[in-house]
């Protein structure tokens, strides 16, 4: 067994990116009453604090988004467009301060927080631009007498729940669509990382979004939050971005009052390389679907199958991207892999390496935490990965990359669907035919061909079986917040 250890650990911020950094933060608002600490990944060092709300506050927020959306639900269409366009604008404008933010509180690298604050700010503009299109339709009845008139009315109060993982993008991916459509909105983003959506709210605010809109609510009682909360009946809607332990428990709670509900929950995508792939663009693209945002993405190639025939050298070539990366904190230059989000998330990968490799894996690189105040692991990757071992069962969450072998076409799809999950899955192969007939049978709602980072706001992104219900980003992730109501007209015959 060969194993070395990445040894570039950058633990020294920019100077002048960690200056403005700390000048975005004090921005923020002051939390008055109870607060809760957030920390740097990179230091284990708390950097800011925020209000930590109970339950009987987020009820208050509740009646406070009430009381906003009767107006905002009269509103015309083009008002709605325009402040959302502001808002994207003012996102743009303050790009780099949000990478900043994002790259203190969760720690992924200052480039792939840039890369966020594009893919955040956009669907802000897409839903911009899908807010004035008609919400409604005309239609004949088949045998005459009536016309129909269908409406898409806003869904109401809608109740917006965020991973860490991505801050920006997970919170506009909900917000923007929720007001395009006309409904207010109470949102909750996960404890590790709300300065981002505070932030991002408040240049709503400063873009026009009437106040009372966009109701944030931090707390370390995400429970409670729930509890209360969704069992209001102002409330009519919750979407979840998250675990799926926790989204499946929000549907139960959802039912009691028959919420509407969109569920983007967890993953185990498998990425299939075959023998007609092209090497340099399955190893990019391996690359870049397992170790964008270190891993701890929901779509993240959890499970790496690769031919016989490909499976040698493409191992060696990703082997080889995978340990020249440099780690560090993610204000530090050219760092392109920043520290996991928690101590328990390093616990986490250190467990699955050691159980993959007691049972057979090889660690050919990397393999284990790296020292410093953060929470670093090395990039890794694992061939011989035994199929019912946990890294290749569970979501991994981490820059981890897990190979496994595979004979046939049928093979690869049999195990690449022997799982729960049905979020992504990707496909490398040269052969059209092949590509299309393998993504037909893959059990995901989304399908990289040739492709690592499939994700895009006109996607309709969302997963099958326990990976969620619903969509968002599209025309489809409005929908999600819209109830589609007809009136049947009586109509008979004038002389
Ligand atoms: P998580 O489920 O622990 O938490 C997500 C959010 O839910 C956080 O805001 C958390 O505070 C909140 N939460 C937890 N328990 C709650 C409760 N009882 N009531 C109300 N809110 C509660 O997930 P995480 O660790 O923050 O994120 C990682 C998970 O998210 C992974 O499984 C990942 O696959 C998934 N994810 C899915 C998508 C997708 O689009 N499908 C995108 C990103 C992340």
Redesign the pocket.
Known sequence: MTKSIATALVTTPDPAALRRSEEVIAELPVPAGSSFGILDPATAAPIASAADHSAEQALEMVATADEAGAQWAKTPLRVRADVLRRWYELLVERSEDIALLITREMGKPLAEARAEVAYGADFVRWYSEEAARPHGDARQLPAGGAQLITQRAPVGLSVL??????PLA?ATRKIAPALAAGCPTVV?????TPLTTIFAAELAVQAGVPDGLINVVTTTS??A???AVLRDPRVRKVS????????S??MS?AAENVLRSSM????NAALLVFDDADLDRAVAGAFAAKMRNGG????AANRIFVQDGIAEAFTEALTEKMSKVLVGNGLGADVSLGPL?DERAVASMTQLVTEATDRGAEVRTGGSALPGAGYFFAPTLLADVPPDSAIATT?I?GPIAAVQRFATQEEAIIRANATEFG?AGYVFTESLDRALNVADRLETGIVGINQGVPSNAAAP???IKQ??LGR?GSAEGLEEYQVIRFYNIARRATA
């Open positions: 729940i965020t991973p860490w993982n991505f997970m909750k983003p996960a404890a590790l995400a429970s939050f729930s509890q979840f971005t998250g675990s799926t332990g926790v989204g428990a929000l709670l983007e929950l967890g993953g701890q993405s929901c779509i989000i979501e969450f979020l992104f969302g997963g990976s969620g968002e």
